[in-house]
């Protein structure tokens, strides 16, 4: 891994991006943190560096958010997404990077679009749904297998329970600490993460931690009304520049 103008540009952007995302403001910003890195690096290496500097993150954010989540939300959601991450591990030389890309795209535009432009009563919870939860649950883990992008297939069933902004955050948070620490053995098998990438994955980490104090800064600043608007609008603007993506790339 090669140190310059360009890993600066890239690079630490990237893993920022994650931080942030680990508060729990704004998890599908990462959506563009692996494309990112691709930049200046195999997929495979830049998935195998980023796996530690997300579970030494989860720590931390488990540890603040210790005593506000949902225990049902997560003993349905979590096993789903062992399911996923098994099948990704399967298939992850099946899939393109870019077609991934593009079917969380897909799913994150129609779920913000749906949000943004049909539902009249926004402030309006669902209730929990099995059949959802275990869909979209396998889907995060999958996705979050083949390209650290679960995020949106996560949000696709937690944002609209309309949980207090504190217990959907910490919800989020011990959900993706049990999907990175269950990747991360099979992602060893693979040879994905090393000790080679493992040096490169603590060389960053304090980049991923300035990101965390930032995204705790604006957690504490944001209504949540306005939080949550704030996470639909995200969804739906990284979900279109990947299907453009796609799009471009394919016709």
């Given at each position: 891994?090669?140190?310059?103008?360009?890993?600066?540009?890239?690079?630490?952007?990237?893993?920022?991006?994650?931080?942030?995302?680990?508060?729990?403001?704004?998890?599908?910003?990462?959506?563009?943190?692996?494309?990112?890195?691709?930049?200046v690096?195999?997929?495979?290496?830049?998935?195998?560096?980023?796996?530690?500097?997300?579970?030494f993150?989860?720590?931390?954010?488990?540890?603040?958010?210790?005593k506000?989540?949902?225990?049902?939300?997560?003993?349905?959601?979590?096993?789903?997404?062992?399911?996923?991450?098994?099948?990704?591990?399967?298939?992850?030389?099946?899939?393109?990077e870019?077609?991934?890309?593009?079917?969380?795209?897909?799913?994150?535009?129609?779920?913000?679009?749906?949000y943004?432009?049909?539902?009249?009563?926004?402030?309006?919870?669902?209730?929990?749904?099995?059949?959802?939860?275990?869909?979209?649950?396998?889907?995060?883990?999958?996705?979050?297998?083949?390209?650290?992008?679960?995020?949106?297939?996560t949000?696709?069933?937690?944002?609209?329970?309309?949980?207090?902004k504190?217990?959907?955050v910490?919800?989020?948070?011990?959900?993706?600490?049990?999907?990175?620490?269950?990747?991360?053995?099979?992602?060893?098998?693979?040879?994905?993460?090393?000790?080679?990438?493992?040096?490169?994955?603590?060389?960053?980490?304090p980049?991923?931690?300035?990101?965390?104090?930032?995204?705790?800064?604006?957690?504490r600043?944001?209504?949540?009304?306005?939080?949550y608007?704030i996470?639909y609008?995200?969804?739906?603007?990284?979900?279109?520049?990947?299907?453009?993506?796609?799009?471009?790339?394919?016709f």
């Open positions: 891994m090669e140190i310059n103008l360009l890993f600066f540009l890239t690079v630490i952007p990237a893993i920022i991006l994650y931080g942030i995302a680990k508060s729990g403001l704004g998890g599908s910003m990462t959506l563009i943190s692996v494309p990112l890195m691709t930049i690096m195999p997929l495979n290496q830049a998935l195998g560096i980023i796996l530690p500097i997300l579970i993150s989860d720590f931390i954010a488990v540890y603040k958010y210790r506000e989540f949902d225990l049902g939300t997560l003993k349905l959601m979590v096993p789903f997404a062992a399911i996923g991450i098994i099948i990704g591990s399967l298939t992850f030389s099946y899939f393109s870019d077609l991934l890309k593009f079917i969380i795209g897909l799913m994150g535009f129609l779920f913000a679009g749906h943004f432009f049909f539902k009249k009563n926004k402030e309006t919870k669902s209730e929990k749904n099995f059949f959802k939860g275990g869909i979209c649950s396998t889907v995060a883990g999958f996705t979050s297998f083949c390209v650290h992008a679960g995020g949106t297939p949000s696709l069933y937690l944002l609209p329970l309309r949980m207090k504190e217990i959907y910490g919800t989020r948070i011990f959900f993706f600490t049990f999907v990175n620490l269950i990747k991360l053995p099979l992602y060893i098998n693979l040879s994905m993460t090393n000790f080679e990438s493992f040096k490169h994955s603590a060389f960053l980490f980049v991923a931690l300035l990101g965390i104090l930032i995204g705790y800064s604006l957690l600043i944001i209504e949540e009304k306005l939080f608007n996470l609008m995200l969804i739906m603007i990284f979900s279109i520049k990947l299907v453009i993506e796609f799009i471009y790339i394919f």
